[in-house]
């Protein structure tokens, strides 16, 4: 029977479900069917970007995995046949598989029931039911540093010059191991921003990734003096080189292994490099000012990256730059139109950030009691989590009501 009273503490505490698959569309169907039952604590997670090793490695006390399938996308199957059974959450394969690779699938996955695309809630429960709980030994995921993602919604929203001195002040304030990583291959601002001229970088070390370990990164990123380390273009490769996307997925999980922090700079056209970072990435910073453009282009965006890439509306923060409380769009036509939380506001100080650029000089470095650097100081506290360290007077009280207003 599927109410049957447990007969010990470890079969009281709900079994942990994970739903995998590759679109939102099969997913969120069977997260329905098991939502409000207290034998279950239900996640989600679509799995076109992200691995599913690594989505298990998010997850390590997921008792039982959930597919979503067919005969076209096994991927998932095959992921979790290559983890060690000893390993590996129990399975349940839920979709229309009739092919002969896919029953081999199934099989070698070590599924422990094959059920319809959509299955009844009672023969869904039962599986679940019979599925072993996982072995409570099993290897914990190697501690990780945590990723943001910086994209502007569109040109000239401050996108890249905000992530340089987020990553900065995560060096210089809170003293963190840093990596800002730029991804324009072309332009390389982050360097022009910081006055650095790299010798290698991405290129280099994807290119190298068969030999490349987290201690071998470091030869392939130049230092700023306050300790940031940068991961770009190298001075004097002119040309739009082509980078490996995978090469350079392993690239940003070995810095995750050093670095505490990385922060990268990305593009919001989606393009291959920045599709990849989306998939490794804890944070994603969306840009924009204060115009009806930049809001379309905004929410445009945010469906894409919550309704078709996967990514979860608590992981994205939506910033006003340049903000202007006597402009025509404010945070509630945002919020409104987006379908997101309360934006994040940095003033207008056009002229500081302007003389930044032209100096080189990050904001930290050339006014640190500036409004603008005092916002971004609560903007990066408020992405890591961590609180930067004790600032006298003014500064202080200023810092500590911007975040406040940040998390209101």
Not at 33 to 50: E, H, K
Not at 215 to 229: C, F, K, M, P, Q
Not at 302 to 320: D, E, F, H, N, S
């Amino acid at each position: 029977m599927l109410n049957e009273t447990p007969q010990d503490g470890a079969e009281r505490t709900p079994k942990q479900v994970l739903v995998v698959g590759a679109s939102a569309s099969v997913v969120q169907p069977i997260v329905s069917l098991l939502q409000g039952q207290p034998a279950w604590t239900v996640s989600a997670r679509v799995t076109a970007l992200r691995a599913l090793a690594d989505v298990l490695n998010g997850a390590p006390k997921t008792d039982v995995v959930v597919v979503c399938c067919s005969d076209r996308e096994l991927g998932n199957l095959d992921a979790l046949a290559a983890i060690e059974p000893v390993k590996r959450p129990a399975v349940v394969a839920c979709g229309n598989l009739t092919s002969v690779a896919a029953t081999r699938a199934v099989v070698r996955a070590g599924a422990t029931d094959l059920l319809p695309e959509l299955p009844t809630v009672q023969d869904l429960t039962a599986a679940l039911a019979r599925a072993p709980r996982r072995n409570a030994d099993s290897a914990a995921p190697k501690a990780r540093g945590s990723l943001t993602l910086v994209m502007g919604v569109a040109g000239g929203a401050g996108s890249s010059f905000i992530t340089c001195n987020l990553a900065h002040m995560s060096a210089a304030v809170l003293k963190e191991k840093t990596l800002l990583v730029d991804l324009d291959m072309l332009y390389a601002p982050q360097a022009q921003f910081l006055a650095l001229k790299p010798e290698r970088g991405i290129a280099e070390a994807t290119q190298q990734i068969a030999t490349l370990d987290a201690v071998a990164l470091e030869g392939y990123v130049t230092r700023h003096r306050s300790g940031l380390a940068l991961l770009a273009r190298s001075e004097g490769s002119y040309l739009h080189e082509s980078v490996d996307p995978e090469a350079f997925r392993t690239v940003l999980r070995l810095a995750l292994e050093t670095y505490k922090f990385v922060y990268v700079d990305g593009h919001r056209w989606l393009d291959v490099l920045t599709t990849t970072t989306l998939s490794e990435a804890d944070h994603v910073v969306l840009v924009m000012e204060q115009s009806v453009a930049h809001v379309n282009n905004a929410a445009r965006l945010y469906r894409i990256l919550t309704q078709q890439l996967g990514i979860a509306p608590k992981q994205i923060v939506l910033v006003l730059n340049r903000y202007d409380k006597h402009a025509a769009v404010q945070t509630d036509m945002v919020i409104k139109a987006v379908g997101c939380d309360e934006p994040f506001k940095l003033p207008n100080m056009y002229e500081l950030a302007l003389d930044s650029m032209n100096t080189a000089i990050p904001l930290f470095e050339l006014d640190k009691d500036s409004q603008v650097t005092r916002a971004l100081i609560a903007l990066g506290t408020h992405i890591s989590g961590n609180e930067p360290p004790e600032v006298p007077g003014l500064f202080k009280r200023t810092l500590a009501a911007i975040t406040a207003r940040a998390h209101a």
